[in-house]
Structure formats: C-alpha cells, structure tokens
C-alpha cells in the first residue's frame, strides 16, 4: 500500500554523485538479496560479501559492513526485508560512519562513546511497557510487538539539531501498523516513549555534571505518530540495529531534529496530555516539544540554516542549505497548517 | 645561552604540537566524519589550556621560588592568543565557510560567542602590548591592563560553559583550575596588604 516514492523528497541533483549511488545500491541490493538467501547461513554471506567488497573499489562506502551480533529470530525477521520502500538519490552515509559517530548520552557525551561502550547494553530478552490510552495494555516481548509485520527499509535523511546531517538505511516498521495493533482509545492524543534507564548498562547514566534527567522521554501528537514515515526501526543498513544506534527498536522521524527519534524504547504510552520530553524539560527555550527541522527557526546557540552532511572533510566540507521539515514538507507540512512554528518550535 | 633560553627553546615546539597533531589527522583524514567540528573544538581548548598555563607561572614560581619560571609567562600566552585566532579562523573557514555575515550574527544573538569575543579581544589587546617595549611605554599602565588576562579566562570558561548542550563537566574542570589560580592570586594580594 505504501509509498513507492521517488520523486518529492529528493533533494537537486547537483549535490549527488550518481556513481557511487549506483555502486551503492548495487552492492546494498545483492547483499540484501543473499542475506535473504541466506537467511541463518549469515556465515558464508559474510565472507563473500567482504571479498565483493574489496573488490569494488576504495569508496568510504565500499568498506566491509560486519555482521551485527543478535537474536536469530530477530536478524531472520529483519533481514527478509522489503528493499527500496522509500529512498533518496543522495548517497548514503558510509556504514562506518553512521556506527561510530552517534549522540547516545546513556552511553557517554562524546559522539565515539556509544561505539565505545554500548557493548553492555543486553537486547535480548526485551520487551516493551505498552500501557495509557489502549485497549490492549501490558508488557510484551519485543518478538511479539514485531511478529505481525513485514519489514521495510526506509532511507531517510537524519538531520542533528547540532547542524550535521547523515543519509541512513533503517529497516523498520511504520510506528502506525504497531500502535493499530494495541488499539489505542479515541482519548490518545499523544504517543510518550521511554528509553531503558538501568545505569549497570548505561554507564552514561551514572554522569554526574549533566543536565539531562533518566530516563529519556520523547514523544509525538498521534497524527504526527501515524504519519507513514514514522518508522519504528530494528535495523540499519540490511542488518539488526548495533547497540549504538539504539538497538533493538527505536523510533525514527525523519522531519525532526534527531533527538526525537528516541532509542532502545522499553515503553510507549499512549496519553491524552502533551508528554514532557527530557530535552524540553532541560532547556525549554532551546528545544521544544515539536521539533521540526527548520532553517527558518534558529536554535538559540546556532544557526539552522546550514547543515554539514556527513562525512565531510576540511576542504569539501559538504556543507548543504537545510530543508523545512527536512526536506519532507509535502509528506507532513499538513500536519501544521495553522500552527506558528516559530512558537511551536 | 642560559638554561632558561635553553628550555624555552623546547617549550616553544612543544606548544606547537598540539597544531601539528590536528593539522596531521587532517591530513590523513583522521578527525572523523566532522573535521570542521573537531578542529574548531581542539584549537578551542588548546587556546583555553594555554591561557590557563600562562596564569600557573605566577603562583609556581611562589610555590617552587624558581623566579626565572616568569620567562614562559609571556610564552605561553601568545600561544593561547595564537590557538584562539586559530580557533577563529577554523570556525570562520570549515564552519561557516567564510560567510562573514553569519559571524556577525553570531555576534549579536549568540551570547557563548559574543563572550569568546570578548575574551578573544582582550587576549589581542594583550598580545599587542606584551612587547619589551610597549611594557615600558605603558609603565604602571602596562599591570593594570595585563590583569585583564583574568578576565579573559573567567569569560573563555563562560564560553565553554555556555556551549555545551547538557555534560558540563569538561568545563567544570576547567573552571575549577581557573578557581584555584584565581584564589592563590588573590591570597597573594591579601598578603601583599599585611605585610
Ligand atoms: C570570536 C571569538 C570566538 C568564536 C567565534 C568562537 C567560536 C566557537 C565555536 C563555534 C565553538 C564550538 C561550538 C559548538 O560546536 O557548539 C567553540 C568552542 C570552544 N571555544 Fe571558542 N570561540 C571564540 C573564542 C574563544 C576563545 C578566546 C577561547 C579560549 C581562550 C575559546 C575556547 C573555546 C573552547 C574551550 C571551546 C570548546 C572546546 C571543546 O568542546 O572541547 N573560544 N568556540
């Protein structure tokens, strides 16, 4: 049913290189296509792939992509995949980068802190707190959240409020197909999201000079929740999500500021009252509860008008004008009509 | 040549390190996905690290009596001026590249940079007037501005402070050392008066 699109979001031509797109679709559909081959013979599929991968070329983007240790069913679900359901025409942020280079304070402020520690995050066994405005609350396991659903990938941009950006290929579920399954009431107005605070697996937890407070909270307007490009992620780049990146489920939304995309959520709630989110409650004068990626709205620190794609270097530092709405205006610019964006930041 | 020129003569490439390390990760495209980001924040703290090794002199040599100790002093501090336009500069040019406007508008609006600014300027004013010469022509003047380096590490720290999105504790530490120089500076002045 979904959308097959190509042609909106994609951002002008000039700033793409369309061999390596080509090279990295290529490579990314013949992975994906053996991975489903594969299924758990993962083995033989990784050994293969890294000699391909050699062979091609010196692309960043070309760099061996190890398999990401996890729960067989999960791995199994995510890698039978449905490829290409919504791309771009950019290239992609190298898989190198987009694992090592990552805000997830639970694990340390510095961006290779989480590659660095996120090691003793356990995602297996998990389950998730399903409870508020729905018909059918409790606390399931993860595997039956996921079971009904086929699997998607989703390549969106992901813009930081801290002005850089990345090009990602999650494979998830849209957020509406799982909040339809607990039916929420007709009083759920609002869709809260709780990350795991145990600090003996967070150990950014224990910080003691932050300002933030555990655990972290995010959350959408339902309509915002039910929009189809709100994904719920459990994989990244044909392979189960690594820790670092929020495993084993996480939101992504990708017309926000990347902090609303909330990781390794063990509870959704549905309410009829505006959640309070961790960044608001810090700083209610610098983030907001929307959170829209707009160049029109500075943040109080800096400017918004530009982003850096990453990776960049010194002297191509890839610097690119950013969108409204990230570049997703005419899939979710509706959803604020009538709204002044600059108060509702 | 005496023993303090001598060891000046290796300090003096020692602070140069920190600048050929970065220039050299940049090279080898090794300051990660961001590199306009990395640099700007390594010559930022290195400018910070200078400034407060230039404010250690004054109570080491009380601490240890080496009084030569004072030779670095000046140093020490054009090289936290040095780190801070190169700072600057790698803002202007990997972050903004070179849109002017957009500095001045951080200028106005952006209260972490207007106080960097100012640190910055008095840092200038500062190295412009540390010559031999300039101590002379200035005479009592010359300590009455110089103090002003102070301020201009209370306003780097604020700067820190001001940047930093939610984990204060880098410049915590930083402003806590900044303390501890800050007291001995002032128990040296309540002495001073006793005596
Ligand atoms: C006009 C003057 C200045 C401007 C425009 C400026 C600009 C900046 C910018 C843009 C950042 C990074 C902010 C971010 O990523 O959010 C930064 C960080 C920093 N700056 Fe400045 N700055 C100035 C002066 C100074 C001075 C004079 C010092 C020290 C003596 C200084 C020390 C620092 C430090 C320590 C950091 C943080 C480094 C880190 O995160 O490790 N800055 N500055």
């Known amino acids: ?345 | 040549m005496d023993r303090v020129a001598n060891i000046k003569l290796a300090v003096f490439p020692l602070s140069l390190f920190p600048l050929a390390d970065l220039i050299i990760k940049a090279l080898e495209n090794n300051l990660g996905p961001d590199p306009a980001s990395a640099l700007t924040h390594g010559l930022g703290e290195w400018a910070l690290i200078f400034l407060l090794l230039s404010l250690a002199i004054s109570p080491a040599r009380r601490l240890t009596g080496i009084g030569k100790l004072i030779r670095f002093r000046r140093m020490l501090g054009l090289f936290a001026l040095f780190y801070a336009v190169l700072h600057l500069l790698a803002y202007l040019a990997f972050m903004l590249s070179w849109e002017w406007l957009t500095l001045l508008e951080d200028l106005y609006k952006r209260s972490y940079i207007i106080v960097g600014a100012f640190s910055l300027s008095i840092l200038v004013a500062l190295g412009v007037t540390s010559t031999k010469k300039m101590m002379k022509r200035l005479g009592k003047q010359w300590l009455q501005l110089h103090r002003l380096v102070y301020v201009a590490a209370v306003l780097a720290v604020i700067h820190f402070l001001w940047l930093v999105k939610s984990d204060y504790t880098e410049p915590v530490i930083y402003g806590a050392l900044l303390a501890i120089l800050l007291l001995l500076r002032a128990r040296v002045f309540s002495f001073g008066r006793k005596r």
């Not at chain 1, 013979?41 to 990784?46: D, Q, S, T, V």
């Not at chain 1, 929740?225 to 994904?231: E, Q, R, S």
């Not at chain 1, 829209?292 to 610097?319: I, M, Y």
Request: glycine share 8%.
């Open chain 1, 1 to 345: 049913m979904l959308l097959k699109i190509k042609k909106h979001s994609d951002i002008g031509s000039s700033e793409i290189t369309p061999e390596h797109i080509y090279h990295d679709r290529r490579r990314f559909m013949q992975q994906s296509g053996r991975f489903a081959l594969a299924g758990l013979g993962l083995m033989l599929a990784g050994c293969s792939q890294e000699g391909e991968a050699k062979a091609i070329s010196k692309q960043p983007q070309d760099g061996v992509i190890p398999s990401q240790p996890g729960p067989e069913w999960l791995k199994k679900q995510v890698l039978a995949f449905n490829p290409d359901v919504y791309t771009t025409t950019e290239a992609l942020t190298p898989h190198q980068v987009v694992t090592s280079y990552n805000n997830f304070y639970e694990f340390g402020t510095g961006k290779g802190d989480p590659l660095r520690n996120a090691h003793s995050l356990k995602t297996d066994p998990w389950s998730v707190v399903v409870e508020g405005e729905v018909a059918k609350p409790g606390r399931y396991h993860l595997e039956d959240i996921l079971k009904p659903h086929g699997m998607e990938e989703r390549i969106y941009r992901l813009r930081c409020v801290e002005a850089w950006s990345m090009v990602i290929p999650w494979i998830g579920i849209p957020l509406a197909n799982i909040l339809k399954q607990f039916e929420p009431t007709s009083k759920a107005r609002f869709v809260e999201f709780t990350t795991l605070h145990d600090p003996e697996q967070m150990p950014g937890q224990k910080a003691s000079f932050g300002s933030l407070d555990w655990p972290y909270v995010e959350g959408l307007r339902i309509d915002e929740a039910m929009n189809p490009l709100t994904l719920m992620a459990t994989g990244l780049y044909g392979d189960i999500l690594p820790n670092q990146n929020g495993a084993p489920f996480r939101l992504v939304v990708p017309w926000k500021y990347g902090f609303k995309s909330i990781k390794s959520i063990v509870k959704i709630r549905l309410t009829e009252q505006q959640p309070k989110t961790t960044w608001e409650t810090s700083a209610p004068q610098e983030y907001g509860f929307y959170a829209n990626v707009n160049p029109a709205v500075d943040h109080p620190r800096w400017s918004q008008k530009h982003e850096r794609r990453l990776p960049g270097t010194l002297l191509a530092p890839n610097r690119i004008e950013t969108q409204p709405f990230n570049g997703y205006g005419e899939e979710v610019a509706d959803l604020y009509k009538g709204m002044d964006l600059t108060r509702f930041y």
